[in-house]
DNA sequence: AATTCGTGGTA
DNA sequence: TTACCAAGAAT
């Protein structure tokens, strides 16, 4: 709840004042199209505003509207997500995007609560997309919002927990501007992106540092309280780059595990890392390929990090002779240079393939 | 309710 | 090198 001393009207006009004179000129603030509006909440989740921002213009550039994005292959769409991560939102964003033209028309519904039914949007997009674009009078609090109102407010609640939640959702309730909603939402995220940041913030300079907490009792770099994630997993990821003529044998990863739906080699994974020959000798299909075809190591150690797993990976090139037609194992399919090029891939499997010159 | 989902940048 | 961070959501 917000103390009985503090004074929202002037809260509220002292950050739009703010805002007026210091916000970037993002592209998606040049709109009230639901559907750049989404697009722009989708790609920013998690993401810094310039990996997003180009992102967002190739997304504009291929799909205008939803109805482009709803008639594209899925496949494409994570093709040009590629590099953003956290693939699943381009997987729910292609499935909204074929719910709101086949069940809405072509219209997004135009409050947070309708919106927050969709795939993909949560609390905080809902509400960001219902103000944007609809001017509904709902607080969007994303994690700039939290920093901000944890540091001011000096609300020592850990912001991950539900129970947090609540207190940041309450208090955000009574804040938020009725008169003009989408640029109070707009200036609080604005605000706890350029002034009020995570790690030392100048807050001489900032025109609330006479009603901050944390500013009154030196807790800038204490406020907000998160509760610490999970140990990093440790795996063993042994990749095999079976090549016939131009072609490169490729699947798509369908688990439910990391990447699901982009495109990767024929995969063994194990506990400790594959290092002589003698080790594959537990995998069968593994024999049967390497007498195929010649096979030959990439002497390297790829390290690539996700957020909760450590990736240690290997890779090994089995050229098959043209005449040989080996049984791939699992999905695997042979794609040309062109094909290879066009499928979703980890940044990894990419990296790796401009790295021999394949792509 | 705690985990899991990428990638790149910075101190 | 490690840890943390970045316009969160799904399970």
Redesign the pocket.
């Known amino acids: 709840m917000v103390p009985d001393h503090f004074q929202v009207i002037d809260f509220n006009k002292k950050l739009k004042s703010w805002y007026l004179k210091n916000h970037r000129p993002?592209l998606?603030?040049q709109t009230t199209d639901p559907y750049k509006i989404w697009l722009?909440?989708i790609i920013?989740?998690?993401?810094?505003?310039a990996?997003g921002t180009p992102y967002y213009e190739k997304f504009l550039h291929h799909y205008p509207t939803v109805f482009d994005l709803a008639n594209a292959d899925e496949r494409d769409v994570l093709r040009l997500w590629q590099?953003?991560?956290?693939?699943?939102r381009a997987r729910?964003m292609h499935f909204t995007a074929r719910q709101i033209v086949n069940e809405y028309g072509g219209r997004f519904p135009e409050t947070a609560a309708k919106l927050s039914k969709l795939?993909?949007?949560?609390?905080?997009?809902?509400a960001?997309i219902a103000s944007f674009a609809f001017g509904e009078a709902v607080a969007a609090i994303?994690?700039?919002v939290y920093?901000v109102m944890s540091r001011i407010f000096g609300i020592q609640s850990d912001m991950l927990?539900?129970e947090g939640k609540k207190e940041f959702a309450a208090l955000a309730k009574e804040l938020v501007s009725h008169e003009d909603p989408a640029t109070y939402n707009q200036a609080m995220?604005?605000f706890?992106?350029i002034q009020c940041?995570?790690?030392s913030p100048d807050c001489s300079v900032c025109p609330f540092n006479d009603i901050c907490y944390a500013y009154a009792f030196k807790m800038q770099n204490q406020l907000p309280v998160?509760s610490?994630?999970?140990a990093v997993?440790k795996r063993f990821f042994n990749y095999f780059i079976i090549q016939k003529g131009e072609k490169l044998a490729l699947r798509e990863r369908t688990a439910k595990?990391?990447?699901?739906g982009l495109y990767d080699f024929f995969l063994v994974e194990s506990a400790k890392p594959l290092v002589s020959p003698e080790d594959f000798a537990g995998y069968k299909t593994l024999n049967e390929l390497s007498q195929t075809g010649i096979i030959r190591e990439i002497p390297k150690e790829y390290i690539?990090?996700?957020?909760?797993?450590k990736l240690h990976v290997h890779f090994w090139w089995i050229t098959v002779p043209l005449e040989k037609s080996p049984d791939l194992p699992e999905n695997l399919a042979f794609y040309s240079k062109e094909e290879v090029e066009e499928l979703p891939k980890?940044?990894?499997i990419d990296t790796v393939l401009k790295e021999v010159h394949y792509l």
Not at 83 to 88: E, R, V
Not at 257 to 260: F, N
Not at 304 to 309: A, D, G, I, T
């Open positions: 993002l998606w603030r722009s909440e920013l989740q998690q993401t810094r505003v990996h590099g953003l991560g956290y693939y699943s729910n795939k993909g949007l949560g609390n905080y997009t809902a960001a994303d994690g700039n920093r927990s539900n995220i604005e706890g992106a940041v995570p790690v998160k610490k994630k999970g997993k595990d990391i990447w699901k690539h990090v996700l957020s909760h797993q980890p940044i990894l």
